[in-house]
């Protein structure tokens, strides 16, 4: 016997979750059966809510509920610094850390080549206006310490060279808490070569 | 800031799945967001359609797009072995196996009285029924080797004792493809218990 269609169906969706392997999707799927009717409706609400009201920020590609995200709707921000993160997850990381006041930029992928993503696919062209006409005086790159991450930072770097603007990258290091002992030699490589004066 | 409503309330409901923490709501959460619209409706659509389509088997409780399951409804199945499992996902496991071709009896829980759940809130009364009626020459309990599972497969079989039928239960012992050295106590116990003539 097979699965009743309605259960594979949202068992092969439930699978098609980044993460989720088919014996979890299973899970999921029976879980989502068994607890009450609301609460299995509530999920299937989010999602559809979640895609009919969030859009795009049209000034830093942020999520946002209406025209501009809550950081550009904000006054309080300070409109001298700008941070290029790759996903709207990363900025809502660094807005978790709660240390940033400036605005953001949101690259809304990276330069991968290999999987056939340039520039062009990217917000870039909106970025290099953006600092065209705003008055930023520093641009910090918080793009992601892979070799995709870098690129994509090295070339912003260079379409940003013709104008006065401070253009800074997050530090790199050994990370707090962790132990020397299982630190790979490119995070100790880094961590040598941006050694700071204590 | 804190994320827009709807990705928050997107990500609650995602964190309330069995095995998905915070950090993986937000993954799913994203991820649902920069799917094709389509594919993230079809995840909505399949909860939904779910919900609305899939009920119990009135016969043996397992899930269902009708009054009968696919089971209860082929006629090709044996219909004097009886296998009494916990929960459609047990009886699903023991179909893919493609070992049993008798009916099912689904439980829909077990007897837990840590938990307050009592056989009453079981299927046990129809199986009662169910035998009763029923020309069943063996029954088979393949509850879960719990605590529970073998509490609840004890209380029926009791039950069991006034009618002519063979009760038995899944054979228990080391696992196909396991080493010893790995294996524990409880299981060389019932391993050595269970010993077969070879």
Known sequence: MENSSSVSDLI????????????SAER?????????????????????????NVCYCSVCYNLAEGPLCPICG?????????????????????????????????????IAPLEGIGPDQLTIDDLIERVRRGNFSEIIMATNPTVEGDGSALYITNQLAEFPVNVTRLARGITTGSVLEHTNREILADALAGRQKI
Chains 1, 2 share one sequence.
Do not use: W
């Open 12 to 23: 092969d969706q439930l699978g098609r979750l980044p993460g989720i392997g088919r014996k």
């Open 28 to 52: 999921l799927a029976y879980h989502l059966l068994r607890v009450s009717q609301g609460e299995a409706l509530a999920l299937a609400d989010a999602i559809r809510n979640v895609r009919e």
């Open 74 to 110: 904000d006054s309080n921000r300070d409109t001298t610094q700008l941070c290029i993160v790759e996903q709207p997850r990363d900025l809502m990381a660094l807005e978790q850390a709660g240390v940033f006041r400036g605005l953001y930029h949101v690259l809304l992928g990276r």
